[in-house]
Nanobody
Framework: QVQLVESRGGLVQAGDSLRLSCAAS????????MGWFRQAPGKEREFVAA????????YYSDSVKGRFTISRENAKNMVYLQMNSLKPEDTAVYYC???????????????WGQGTQVTVSS
């Protein structure tokens, strides 16, 4: 069992940076791949980024590639999403998730955080 809690998001301006954190409980955290997803108003939840259990492999959606960076610290049971050059279209509720594989589909993840709001003003 893994419980995930995202840090508070916030309201930022276009071009700003913001780092989200996700704290995981449980001694088995390091066995899980981690992912970040987001859901904008009126849209389906979409994949943002994923990282393998070791941190050696990372994956990004085309919309955030080059601007966002996912990382993890297994010793601290933490995963991060560094978001740079934020755009208004990045406005969404962001969720972290844990699963056996670093995939891009929701069904590949077993555990989810409650989500945190990120709003980017123009």
């Amino acid at each position: 069992q893994v419980q995930l809690v995202e840090s508070r998001g916030g309201l930022v301006q276009a071009g700003d940076s913001l780092r989200l954190s996700c704290a995981a409980s449980g001694r088995t955290f390091r066995r899980y791949a981690m992912g970040w997803f987001r859901q904008a108003p009126g849209k389906e939840r979409e994949f943002v980024a994923a990282i393998s259990w070791s941190g050696s492999s990372t994956y990004y959606s085309d919309s955030v590639k080059g601007r966002f960076t996912i990382s993890r610290e297994n010793a601290k049971n933490m995963v991060y999403l560094q978001m740079n050059s934020l755009k208004p279209e990045d406005t969404a509720v962001y969720y972290c998730a844990a699963g056996p594989l670093a995939g891009s589909r929701e069904g590949e993840y077993d555990y989810w955080g409650q989500g945190t709001q990120v709003t980017v003003s123009s």
